[in-house]
């Protein structure tokens, strides 16, 4: 059975890691429900770190596949939580 999870994914360096984090999560797109991308920005420039939260429904062996691919991606670290309503 499918449950709801909350994944933080920080990128290290978020211009050079971009394309292959794009990569794994369009693999794994049907699991994602909301993307939301927070970095700083200034008029000047945009911060080289990002922090992605990505609301999920997924089977816990899905999740952990997800989980694997984005944390094999060097700079690249996640944390999840399952929440229970």
Do not use: W
């Not at 211009?15 to 693999?27: G, L």
């Not at 609301?55 to 399952?82: H, I, R």
Request: hydrophobic share 45%; charged share 25%; proline share 2%.
């Amino acid at each position: 059975m499918s449950a709801h999870y909350v994944m933080a994914v920080m990128l290290n360096n978020r211009i050079a890691e971009a394309p292959k984090f794009q990569e794994v999560i369009t693999r794994h797109g049907c699991l994602i429900k909301v993307r939301l991308g927070i970095h700083e920005i200034s008029k000047d420039s945009c911060a080289p770190n990002g922090l992605i939260l990505l609301q999920l429904e997924a089977e816990e062996k899905d999740l952990q596949v997800l989980e694997n691919d984005l944390n094999s991606l060097e700079g690249v670290k996640t944390q999840a939580m399952e929440l229970e309503f």
